[in-house]
């Protein structure tokens, strides 16, 4: 089987942008699909990926590990590890596809039955008062979710102070305050604080019982995650920017956070995703990905983290668009905030085509 060449798929979403999937053909007649990190600007992914399309013509795409192996072994941009994340989930959908298994069994079989989800409601609120993230925070556990995640504090670039965040202090509180004490609060800080900043608002924060304190300062400082890790008292999750298994490294051997959260559109794929994950078990870490994007990138998050024995939960972009189950057949199922793990070959899901010609934007 060779690869003859690629086709590209794009649905305009919301505000945030669009959702990118790619499709990798063969001579065989099986397609593969996976997909971008995209969002509002994503151009340069797409030059990429065509770039890498048109080197792997003529290649068989069941041979993953050394296609990937091939194109790591020299320095790659950020763009071009974009471009291969989604590229390598389209091969494993393929392998899959061929061998007529789940992509999870490739990997060495599923270890749960079902994958535990939280909703990220911060991309879907646009209301972003107290009130507004309450309001979607419960629909979000009324759907069935028992975990719930958002970026409250707009507008804070390098606090040094919890003064500077109270407005997002008081939506977390009144998130809290909605969802009850039993469901699972999650707050991304997209690196908005110092050192000083972080420990501050970790200690207001303190009685509304997180679950994780997501990137509260910027990651490319070591002696500052260390330094808010062991000083806010708080569990920190983090590392959705870092790349190959190499740049993870530094995270273990420091142990720089409690809960990484490497994000499958980033890291190289599905495969790397996995080592990633085998990497952090074997250091006593867990897994939580992240990817807030559409339903081929949840797809291969399930399949990855069936077959991860250290995995905890799994990034779901909650309440963007109505018509996100019929975007793909079969329709992706969540019910109380999990995805069942499922033995269709392949990745398990197609474009709706229908619903991809209803929003589709030309890339």
């Known amino acids: 089987m060779k690869i003859t060449g690629i086709e590209l798929d794009a649905v305009h979403v919301n505000h945030r942008g669009d959702w990118v999937f790619v499709h990798v053909l063969t001579d065989g007649g099986i397609r593969g699909i996976g997909e971008m990190r995209s969002g509002s600007n994503y151009a340069a992914q797409l030059a990429a990926f065509r770039d890498l399309g048109e080197a792997a013509k003529g290649c068989d795409p069941r041979r993953i590990e050394a296609f990937v192996s091939r194109y790591t072994s020299t320095e790659r941009t950020k763009v071009e590890l974009f471009a291969l994340s989604a590229f390598e989930q389209a091969l494993w959908d393929i392998l899959g596809k061929s061998l007529n298994v789940p992509v999870h069994a490739l990997l060495g079989g599923a270890c749960r039955d079902e994958i535990r989800l939280y909703a990220n409601i911060n991309r879907a609120t646009t209301d972003r008062s107290p009130e ?164 081929v990138v949840i797809a291969a998050g399930v399949h990855a983290m069936a077959s991860l024995p250290g995995f905890l939960i799994l990034e779901y972009g909650w309440g963007e668009i109505p018509w996100r189950k019929d975007l793909t057949i079969p329709g992706e199922e969540v019910v109380n905030g999990r995805i069942r793990i499922n033995d269709r070959p392949g990745l398990g899901v197609e474009l709706n085509p229908d619903m991809v010609e209803k929003h589709r934007v030309q890339v």
């Open 132 to 295: 507004g993230f309450a309001r979607n925070a419960a629909a979000a556990v009324a759907e069935g979710f028992d975990a719930v995640k958002l970026d409250p504090f707009d507008g804070v670039r390098g606090a040094d102070n919890a003064r500077d965040a109270a407005r997002g202090i008081a939506c977390m509180r009144a998130v809290r305050e909605v969802i009850g004490p039993e469901v699972d609060l999650l707050v991304d800080c997209h690196s908005k604080f110092t050192v000083r900043g972080a420990i501050e608002v970790a200690d207001a924060l303190r009685d509304v019982n997180l679950f994780w304190f997501e990137q509260p300062t910027p990651e490319a400082s070591l002696d500052n995650c260390l330094a808010v890790k062991e000083g806010c008292g708080l569990t920190i999750a983090g590392g959705e920017q870092r790349g190959l298994r190499r740049d993870w490294v530094e995270v273990v051997e420091n142990l720089s956070m409690h809960i990484p959260m490497p994000d499958v559109t980033v890291v190289g794929g599905i495969g790397e995703l996995k080592k990633i994950g085998d990497l952090l078990h074997a250091w006593g870490l867990p897994t939580a990905p992240h990817g807030p994007f559409g339903p």
